[in-house]
């Protein structure tokens, strides 16, 4: 639909008014729908390994670390 204007000397303008969505509109929606994509499936995955896989494993403690702390302790002998 056009919009009719009426200048000084009354000359009729007539203005084109675009219906549609600006191309940098839509890539904007694009962009931001991917990405909010990305941080919800990331979140999903997450919340699905925090639940499914077991707990890490904690490294074994060397036995010369193990000395070093009963010493630190003030625990004399290993046998007792």
């Given amino acids: 639909m056009a919009d009719q ?16 969505l600006n191309p940098g509109m839509i890539v904007l929606l694009v962009v931001a729908s ?22 890490k494993k ?4 060397s ?3 193990l000395k070093r702390e009963k010493l630190k302790q003030g625990v004399s002998a290993p046998g007792e």
């Fill in 5 to 20: 204007f009426a200048d000084s000397a009354n000359n009729v303008i007539i203005e084109e008014v675009n219906k549609g």
């Fill in 34 to 55: 991917f990405l909010l994509l990305f941080f919800v499936g990331n979140y999903a995955l997450y919340v699905y390994a925090q639940k499914t896989l077991p707990p």
């Fill in 58 to 61: 904690k490294k074994p403690v």
């Fill in 63 to 65: 036995k010369k670390k």
